[in-house]
């Protein structure tokens, strides 16, 4: 019996993201994920082992540590690995690079809600933040607006201007008057205080908050979450465990019962904007499933 394959981002050339939420579609119509997180703190330092068992796909366990201290040292903040399991035997069928699951699955997470919740006519995006995650949004927002004409705002502007200038952007020079203009919004940041101004949103606008995981951290602000018509990529995930929606839940902003879907929701039609006129906003909370239905893909295009 030949033993795991080990796959690298060598096969990047070989995905699409259009493609990806494709399969995360298809993987959300297979019985419901079972799904476990553990999260251990050592000061601003995380490990965090998300573990997920899907029936007919596969089992994935992917330990991921957070060092916000890395970059100064030339790191990457965040490592780790991802093991795919067979469903059949649970034997270890790959170990897929832990960073090439991550962009793929953190941006098509995002590229998914964003396909399914902003207007059509939507081509002005705005990028909050300026790293990895920031970078491969706008490369899968292209891939659904073509036409998109980007904007990137940080709070550091010379980083905002070098990948601005990688990706053939604009800089933005004030926040408020960014947020207002945009159709279409990621936050990509490591903020523990809001940096989205609800009151900045202008109608039919939809927001992707991507950066806040953990309990003390927030992007957007409670009038975000009070204008908007608020979803997740799962319940299981996201409400309990990240203050982006525990937060404002903990303290009567919303209820749980003010989200109105998940992806699970996807297939009954809920997962859906109801007008051009009404703010959308999606936390994506991530989760192993996620990794689990994108590594699967990963391995299936290797």
Do not use: C
Request: proline residues 5%; negative net charge; without cysteine.
């Amino acid at each position: 019996m030949s033993g795991p394959r080990i796959i690298g981002p060598e096969v990047e050339p070989r995905l699409d993201w259009l493609a990806l939420t494709d399969a995360l579609i298809a993987g959300h119509r297979l019985p419901r994920a079972e799904v476990a997180d553990s999260f251990l703190y050592r000061g601003e330092d995380t490990l965090l082992t998300r573990s997920a068992w899907i029936d007919g796909l596969g089992l994935a366990v992917k330990p991921a540590s957070v060092f916000p201290g890395n970059p100064a040292q030339g790191l990457p903040m965040v490592n780790g690995a991802v093991n795919l399991l067979d469903d059949a035997t649970g034997r270890l069928l790959a170990i897929v690079d832990f960073h090439l699951v991550t962009r793929w699955k953190t941006a098509g997470d995002s590229l998914l809600s964003a396909r399914l919740l902003a207007r059509k006519d939507a081509r002005r995006v705005l990028v909050i933040g300026a790293g990895n995650v920031a970078a491969s949004m706008v490369a899968a927002y292209r891939t659904l607006i073509p036409e998109a004409e980007v904007t990137i705002w940080n709070r550091t502007r010379s980083a905002a201007e070098a990948l601005a200038a990688r990706v053939g952007a604009t800089v933005a020079d004030e926040l408020g008057a960014a947020v207002r203009a945009a159709e279409v919004i990621a936050t990509t940041t490591m903020s523990r205080e809001p940096l989205l101004r609800g009151a900045w949103l202008s109608p039919g606008t939809h927001v992707d908050l991507i950066g806040a995981y953990r309990p003390d951290m927030r992007e957007a602000d409670d009038e975000a979450l009070r204008r908007a018509r608020v979803f997740v990529d799962s319940r299981a995930t996201t409400l309990g465990h990240i203050g982006e929606i525990q937060d404002p839940v903990d303290r009567g902003v919303i209820t749980p019962n003010d989200i109105v879907a998940d992806f699970y929701d996807i297939a009954s039609g809920a997962y859906a904007r109801r007008s051009e006129d009404e703010i959308t906003l999606a936390k994506n909370g991530g989760g192993a499933h996620l990794d689990l239905m994108t590594a699967r893909w990963i391995l299936d295009a290797a």
